[in-house]
Nanobody
Framework: QVQLQESGPDLVKPSQTLSLTCTVSGGSITTAYYYWSWIRQPPGKGLDWIGYIGYSGSTTYKPSLNGRTSISRDTSKNQFTLQLSSVTPEDTAVYYC???????????WGQGTQVTVSS
């Protein structure tokens, strides 16, 4: 059974960088062909895909985030990390990490963590 757990601050000031870590247990983040994803849900809105880091370490990001996103990994800790720079209140959301299949669906999710951007 794969488990994912998000961790990080719940309050970030505008213009700062949001940083969240997802710790994975029960499976390696280097196992083919899985893609370790970040997804968020702003209040009152639907799910919004942010990006992923693949089993090989390659990354793909949502273009409309205009280069503010970086996803990295620490294979020794079986963790992957999201950094979102220059945040605004519009980045307030529940942030989820999830495992994406090669077919495009998701089979495991973290419980989600609320991040609020406010001064």
């Amino acid at each position: 059974q794969v488990q994912l757990q998000e961790s990080g601050p719940d309050l970030v000031k505008p213009s700062q960088t949001l940083s969240l870590t997802c710790t994975v247990s029960g499976g390696s983040i280097t196992t083919a062909y899985y893609y370790w994803s970040w997804i968020r849900q702003p209040p009152g809105k639907g799910l919004d895909w942010i990006g992923y880091i693949g089993y090989s370490g390659s990354t793909t990001y949502k273009p409309s985030l205009n280069g503010r996103t970086s996803i990295s990994r620490d294979t020794s800790k079986n963790q992957f990390t999201l950094q979102l720079s220059s945040v605004t209140p519009e980045d307030t959301a529940v942030y989820y990490c999830a495992r994406r299949l090669a077919t495009g669906g998701y089979d495991y999710w973290g419980q989600g963590t609320q991040v609020t951007v406010s001064s």
